[in-house]
Nanobody, 121 residues
Framework: VQLQASGGGLVQAGGSLRLSCAASGRTFSRHTMSWFRQAPGKEREFVATMHWDTVSTLYADSAKGRFTISRDRAKNAVYLQMNSLKPEDTAVYYC???????????????WGQGTLVTVSS
């Protein structure tokens, strides 16, 4: 399984970015695809998750109302639309795949390389 994350960049507070994660190597039926982030000096934390088949979603409190996770079955890709960005959203964002639905980092065996999001105040 290979995951390629993209779409990060520098944006002003209040702005928007859309992250993409292109997946290859297998189909993701019965799997969960998620976004995590890691800020400098902090542990990796859960942002949002989506079950590939049911499209059931779960968001971290920090993401609720501002971020939206979605997927394109035909492209085997998952996205994270981020609106109303804040400086505290600055982090490297990772996409990941798990066979189990959940938000724990330990569940995820496949990770993308990360894409840096920097939000300026």
């Amino acid at each position: 399984v290979q995951l390629q994350a993209s779409g990060g960049g520098l944006v002003q507070a209040g702005g928007s970015l859309r992250l993409s994660c292109a997946a290859s190597g297998r189909t993701f039926s019965r799997h969960t695809m998620s976004w995590f982030r890691q800020a400098p000096g902090k542990e990796r934390e859960f942002v949002a998750t989506m079950h590939w088949d049911t499209v059931s979603t779960l968001y971290a409190d920090s993401a609720k109302g501002r971020f939206t996770i979605s997927r394109d079955r035909a492209k085997n890709a998952v996205y994270l639309q981020m609106n109303s960005l804040k400086p505290e959203d600055t982090a490297v964002y990772y996409c990941a795949v798990a066979a189990t639905y959940g938000s724990s980092v330990a569940l995820y065996g496949y990770w993308g390389q990360g894409t840096l999001v920097t939000v300026s105040s």
